[in-house]
Each structure stands twice: as structure tokens, then as C-alpha cells.
């Protein structure tokens, strides 16, 4: 599956600014989402090959818009990978519960999450 189009979805103008920044210098093109409701919105109308999640925003959580993606027939190939700032098992497997294919820690590591995305694009 070859993934071009990112969408980034996190509360944060920073991380939102510094995963864009990493994931076009590597080539992808990016765009970005404040929250879970804006992710919906954004995949109904433009639908990227791959969403990068936050977990902790207000209003619909990444494991509530991951389920969202995941149970909907006209999104749920589109892989989830979840970004956790806890250091939590739990987290990990209750995103993947949630249909996420895998899981990053805050603060992204550049070559771990383009490690990951690489190992789904080969899928």
C-alpha cells in the first residue's frame, strides 16, 4: 500500500507543527487537524492513505475517533497509527483494541514513526 497523504491529527500547534515538519521533509504531503470531530470531517472530504493520532484532545479522544474511522466501512482501511504521551501498555493495546495498526511515544522519535509507516506501506 503506498501512503503519500498524512493526516496529522493533534490538539497541540506544536506537535502538529513539528510532525508536518518531519513528515515532509520525508517526502509525504501533510495535513493537519485540531481535533478528533475536524479528523472526520477532513477524511469525508479528502482521504488520506494514513491519519496520525493524538490520543488526549478534548471533545472526541483519539480512541474515540480512531473507533469512529475503524467501524465506518468507507474509512476503515485507512490505517491509524496513535501518538500516547503515557508510557502505558494499556494505552497501547486499547488504541489497537480500537483499530489503530500501532502506536508511537511523545516525543516522536523521526526514525522510530518513519520505521512504522514504512512497515505499513509494505503491508
Known amino acids: 500500500m503506498a501512503i503519500k497523504k498524512i493526516l496529522v491529527v493533534d490538539d497541540s500547534a506544536t506537535d502538529r507543527f513539528y510532525l508536518s515538519e518531519l ?26 492513505d494514513l491519519v496520525l493520532m493524538d490520543i488526549m484532545m478534548p471533545g472526541l479522544n483519539g480512541f474515540q475517533t480512531t473507533r469512529a474511522l475503524s467501524k465506518n466501512p468507507a474509512t476503515a482501511h485507512i490505517p491509524v497509527i496513535v501518538c500516547t504521551g ?22 516522536v522519535s523521526a526514525d522510530e514513526l518513519l520505521g512504522k509507516i514504512n512497515a505499513l506501506a509494505e503491508e
Do not use: N
Open 23 to 48: 513528515l515532509e521533509k520525508a517526502g509525504f504531503e501533510v495535513s493537519t487537524a485540531e481535533s478528533g470531530e475536524d479528523c472526520l470531517a477532513k477524511v469525508e472530504t479528502s482521504p488520506p
Open 86 to 107: 503515557k508510557e502505558q501498555a494499556t494505552d497501547r493495546m486499547w488504541a489497537l483494541r480500537q483499530g489503530a495498526k500501532d502506536s508511537v511515544m511523545k516525543p
